[in-house]
Nanobody
Framework: QVRLVESGGGLVQTGGSLRLSCTAS????????VGWYRQAPGKQRELVARLTYDDSFNYADSVKGRFTISRDNAKNTVYLQMNALKPEDTGVYYC??????????????WGQGTQVTVSA
């Protein structure tokens, strides 16, 4: 069982920055990857950034060079630094943790979602 608590969403102007935070609690030793996803109105949820604990990174093409995912193991926290924000970055952002709990298997846990709105 993993609980994810997000913070950092809000309203920002084009070109501005936000930092999203997601703090995990519970069976955090089983976390194998963390990520951020977003869902714009009328669109499917999409991967924004993902980081495995062997330091493999994945970014959506639309955010490469602008967003950075990172983690702080001591604080049990994953971050998404969002720079040079554009209106098309607007959406609900969700924190994700992929967790392996032997012998039960692998599970995905999600934060509650936080709204990011970028004004033109």
């Amino acid at each position: 069982q993993v609980r994810l608590v997000e913070s950092g969403g809000g309203l920002v102007q084009t070109g501005g920055s936000l930092r999203l935070s997601c703090t995990a609690s519970g069976n955090i030793g089983g976390i194998r990857a963390v990520g951020w996803y977003r869902q714009a109105p009328g669109k499917q949820r999409e991967l924004v950034a993902r980081l495995t604990y062997d330091d493999s990174f994945n970014y959506a093409d639309s955010v490469k060079g602008r967003f950075t995912i990172s983690r702080d193991n001591a604080k049990n926290t994953v971050y998404l630094q969002m720079n040079a924000l554009k209106p098309e970055d607007t959406g609900v952002y969700y924190c994700n943790a992929n967790v392996h709990s032997s012998p039960w298997g692998t599970f995905d846990y999600w934060g509650q979602g936080t709204q990011v709105t970028v004004s033109a």
